[in-house]
């Protein structure tokens, strides 16, 4: 409690300079992002994506010239319990150290500008058409209280006021998992294997946005769509700031 009120000090006596979300140059407004990194995040957007998983495609060899739009793990048959995800970049270069700083590094001055660019992903994208409610991934209790925040939360919130859907807390992390740094999907699978629960909203036959902060090999997001679906949801569809490159 004293350390989130010396930290809501800090914030109001010494505000963060308006600077570009990403690179740090200054802006005359804090939500901006300069030219240079505007173009990086269109960039991202003309680059061919996995029309389910949503990982970026390239560098896979001949993914320019492949008529699929799928990438060969979803299309060999790869299923999962939501109908699609999409992130506002790869997890690379300068957005993948602002994914960093926010999520390690109380960088919580970012949410606002970084909710912006997932608000305009959310806009662009059909798959996110008639979404009615939005879910964090969720933190354990104990790991909220040592960082202090949950960095998703932080992103859900500010994405809902500005696309104005209300945001649930209809899933709750009861388990603590070990880092999933370096490990395959199968390996993630097993370690989020009954680490999520149901926290009593209703969610039956309701469209549901799940937003995180990175989508890796997608067993996070793919662990808690599979247990809004027993709460009964319809369709669930995934939004991060990054996606990896499929390998």
């Known amino acids: 409690m004293l350390r989130k009120l010396i930290e809501g000090l800090t914030d109001l006596l010494l505000p963060h300079p308006p600077v570009c979300v990403l690179c740090g140059v200054r802006r005359k407004q804090v939500a901006s992002l300069c030219p240079l990194c505007r173009n990086m995040i269109e960039s991202y957007r003309c680059e061919p994506v996995c029309k389910l998983c949503g990982r970026y495609l390239l560098p896979y060899p001949g993914a320019e010239d492949i008529f ?3 990438c060969p793990e979803c299309s060999s048959g790869g299923s999962w319990p939501f109908a699609a995800a999409r992130s506002a970049g790869a997890y690379e270069g300068l957005l993948k150290e602002a994914v960093r700083q926010l ?6 001055w970012m949410v606002g500008p970084l909710a912006g660019l997932l608000a305009e992903l959310y806009s662009g994208e059909e798959c996110f058409a008639g979404a009615e409610i939005i879910v964090a991934v969720p933190m354990t209790v104990k790991k909220q209280r040592q960082r202090g925040y949950n960095q998703a939360e932080l992103l859900a919130q500010e994405l809902g006021k500005i696309i104005k859907l209300p945001v649930q807390s209809a899933v709750v992390k009861v388990i603590d998992t ?7 999907r199968s390996e993630r699978e097993a370690n989020l294997s009954g680490v999520f629960n149901l926290a009593g909203s209703d969610l039956r036959g309701k469209k549901i946005v799940v937003v995180d902060d990175i989508f890796t090999t997608g067993s996070t997001l793919a662990a808690v769509a599979r247990t809004l679906t027993v709460g009964g949801a319809g369709e669930i569809v995934g939004l991060t700031l990054a996606a990896g490159r499929y390998k």
């Open 68 to 70: 699929s739009d799928r």
């Open 103 to 108: 999520k390690y590094y109380n960088a919580r």
């Open 178 to 184: 070990p880092s999933q740094v370096g490990l395959s």
